[in-house]
């Protein structure tokens, strides 16, 4: 995708706008979609196509139509135009149930980076649709603390809560929802966290677009399992300017020169992953300003479900929340993991068990740049064993896509698909990196309209499948795990999960129905392997393939 900076050729707002009405009057929803799309990459910011994209969700899903209709107003500036969008919004209200956002901030020093995170909470949110609460985990900071109480007498949007102990993220995440507004849906922001243009729209428009779903997380620069590729953010990086003007105090990287940044043999495998901890604030923040104002847009699947969803910033519906409180009502986090890490895995497991969809929006993008909140030291690892002695599994263990499966998958279809052409760059969010390039890492295959059935015999919690279905939405997943609680954790992250020994469990599927059967290396390790490849065999259609990370069959 071009850097959004490069703007010379785009095609004018006023040209997408025709071109879409024209679509919808000629009943053509897909193209009148598709320009909407082309439109908003294009002008991020143009109030006449959210009210555009707000008329075609208007009959297809009502909070949706409404949350664009919403930014719509946030855009405008012709008093005219408020007027007919405000109009559009009383036609949907009365079906659409979305509620307004109580973000909660639990806050310790970080002076300069939490006033960036209200700034851009104030820039980018609609007026009178949140509130902000703020927990002060007492901070040391007294620049902090005096700003806080500042634009809690300012603003009235915010409420502030000055803890007198640093109680730790667990416990002033819970303090702040119960002084949030009951009636509202509760955004856990992280005060390094910082919106970015549409960001929290883009949640919202996630979240709400399936009744399914209890929580929605955003893709970032810095966060276990949600990060974008270097490879992506680099032609912002490059483009940004270098202010050297205003480097944090606690960051251990010093400033560099551009040059610099990308000289290690230009391999961005060997780069610096953490970027933004060598240049400044001011540049950290314009490169990821850049980077989303062209990737927080409409995509044609921008959603991929998953078990768990870091906490730095996590939108939570109502209804799930109410769902997995704890305490008598009076918590959302567990406690036993303060002062912090691990509590948003236990979540992720209580919305799973409570039947809940958690989804990350590929479309969301938000600036995190990792602050102080604690006194780290071993607070990880003491959470991580206090997980694994409360659910009896360690969730490490399971959280990330396996790439060498997906590597050896991508590499597969590719060599069955001998004039594949490329990824199209029409669906934004399917990623085609060298791994999905199979054994030429110049082709790129297309992956989206891919309808496929692929079976994992050793899906753990269904986070390698899930990542599979979120690039090939179409395609049928199924898997086989070990142990009967992720059977269930997995329930919207695959088409179908059971659990039990592969050599010794009945397959429910039909026969000669998979295209794709990955194996990993459980073969490897099977009492009797040659046995459970027959069996597998059983289950490929005629020229489907046994796929293991070491040899594919």
Known sequence: MKVHSIKEQRESAESFI?????????????????????????????YELYFMLGLYYRYRNADQAFLCFENALHYCDEPEDEKVIQDAISDVRDRAFVRNTSIVIVSYNDAELCKECLNAIRRYCQEDSYEVIIVDNASTDEELRSFLREKCDSDHHIKLIQNEKNEGFPAGCNKGLLAANPEND??????????????????????YSDKRNGAAGAVTNCAPSQEVSME?????????????????????????????????????????????????????????????????????????????LTGFALLVKREALGSVLMNGGQAIFDERFSPGYFEDDDLGIRLCLAGWRQI??????????????FDKNDAMERSREKFTEKWGFDIWNYTLPEDDKITSLMRAISEKDLNCEGVNSDFPGQSSSSAAAGSNPEKKIRLYNRVLRILDINAGMGTTLSAIKYQMPDSYTAGITNADVFAGLSKYMVNDMVSGDPELVTFPW????????????????????????????????????????????
Not at 259 to 264: I, K, N
Request: charged share 25%; hydrophobic share 40%.
């Open 360 to 373: 990350l929006c590929h479309n969301a993008f938000i600036y995190h740049h990792g602050g102080s909140g």
């Open 232 to 308: 992506s953010i680099e032609p912002y990086l490059r483009e940004a300017p270098m202010i050297e003007s205003r480097p944090l105090e606690s960051v251990s990287g010093n400033i560099i020169k551009r040059d610099d940044m990308f000289r290690v043999d230009d391999n961005p495998t060997q780069r610096d992953h953490r970027w933004w901890r060598t240049i400044s604030l001011e540049t950290a923040l314009e490169t990821a300003k850049s980077y989303a104002k062209d990737h927080n847009v409409p995509m044609w699947n921008p959603i991929e479900v998953r078990c768990r």
């Open 186 to 207: 509760v955004f856990f922001l992280n005060n390094d966290a910082i919106l970015m243009p549409n960001s929290l729209f883009w949640l919202k428009m996630g979240l």
């Open 18 to 46: 025709l071109r879409a009405g024209e679509f919808e009057q000629q009943g053509s929803s897909v193209d009148e979609y598709a320009v909407l799309i082309e439109g908003l990459r294009a002008h991020y910011d143009n």
């Open 510 to 553: 039909p026969e000669h129905s998979f295209d794709y059967i990955i194996v990993g290396d459980v073969a490897a390790r099977a009492a009797n392997p040659e046995q459970l490849l027959r069996k597998l065999r059983m289950y490929l259609k005629v020229d489907g393939r046994i796929i293991n990370t070491i040899t594919e069959t």
